[in-house]
């Protein structure tokens, strides 16, 4: 049976906290990882969380809780996931576009290292030769993913060495005495289709004789999950058959082991988010009725920012008919989280809750137009705890310089 919270649990929440509020689910997180490691069982994959998805220390501490690994995007994500208790070897640092000296700062703390620029490979080898093994993150120029802006394997994207300039890398290898270790491609996200995975794994097939040293091949994360009532996500069972079809094609052709790692983001932490927010006012323009809430993009950005779809209910009022609801916000600017939505017939007071606000959801927010962000609870074992607390004034003022 799937994990949820009830309706009556989530009122409860918003009365005792307030909102706009995060709630997150434990169990719910661990259903889903427990999905992923039955997928991969034949396979015996490793998983990495993308932390950038959610970073509060209790959601990383509950992951390494359940065995998982750990994927960071900057060096403060692997000191983060230091603090939460996860071991270095369990740690990956896939970023791009960074300096230099984060990737050193990476090799001090003895983490798991992909490079995705030739400049930066090259100061890598200059520095460290083979004395440290290293992951190459390539562009394989295939585009998938939900949108162009979550697309980052095609070939107008920044991400990953393009997988043209392969000579270019191995004169690099060559020259320096490389010791890689890894690939890497993450083709961007909400990938539904497996054959994409496929097809990555089809240039790993290729590229694996070039370098003699190479234990992981890296499909990067970006596993749909379901957004809409009836829609389905990636079948990572399917998934996880295939890539041990892979792995021991591998092992056939060039007599040796390799691991295949993933970084799943969203598939871990999306679902066992909601977002409550509160309807401020009603306002009923021609054929449109806005409902306007506590928030905006400040608190969830990606329905403006990559037209991301959340399913929203009105919890306060859930037996009454529906009708269509514009849903906005309180901030000065557009703010549209969904337009002629059906909504349970919405009074001013009401409870509005976003679905699916694990993943990219307080992470992406701000303090816009000087509002808090919202609070934090995580629901554990049917308790819940806050696990950040709501901005206070003082919040807004902390890190400016009263020079005036
Ligand atoms: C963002 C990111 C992920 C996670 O993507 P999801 O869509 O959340 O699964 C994994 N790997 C890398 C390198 C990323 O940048």
Known sequence: MS????????????????????????EKITEQYQKLQQAFKQSNAKIFYASK?????????????????????SVNEIHLAIRAGFEPASILYTSNGIAFSEIEEAVSLGVNVN?????NLEKFGKKFGHSYPVGIRLRPNIMAGGNLKISTGHEKSKFGIPIEQIDKILALV???????????????????????????????FELAPHFPELSYLDLGGGFKVPYQEGETGTDVSLLGEKVAGVLNK??????????????????LVS????????VNVLKQSGSIIFAGVNSGFNHLIRPMFYEAYH??????????PTQLYTITG???????????????????????????AGAYGFEMGSNYNARFKPAQVLVSKGKSHLIGRRDIFEDLLRNQVEVL
């Open 174 to 204: 060559q020259e320096n005495n490389l010791f890689i270790c890894g690939l890497h491609v993450h083709t961007g996200s909400e990938i539904k289709d497996v054959s994409v995975f496929m097809q990555v794994a089809d240039i790993f």
């Open 115 to 119: 490079i995705d620029s030739l400049s």
């Open 271 to 278: 679902e066992a988010g909601y977002f409550i927010t509160e």
């Open 53 to 73: 998805a959610l970073t509060n220390i209790n959601i990383l501490k509950h992951i390494r809780s359940l065995g998982c690994n750990i994927d960071c995007s």
């Open 3 to 26: 994990q949820s919270l009830s309706n009556e649990q989530l009122i409860g929440i918003a009365n005792e906290y307030g909102t706009p509020v995060y709630v997150y689910h434990a």
């Open 250 to 267: 591998l092992k056939e052709t060039y007599k040796r082991d390799f691991e295949a790692w993933f970084e799943p983001g969203k598939f």
């Open 330 to 356: 309180n901030i000065c600017e557009t703010d549209t989280f969904a337009s002629d939505r059906a909504l349970n017939e919405v009074r001013e007071g009401d409870r509005l809750v976003f679905y699916n």
């Open 311 to 320: 399913r929203i209910q009105n919890i306060s009022n859930p037996n009454a």
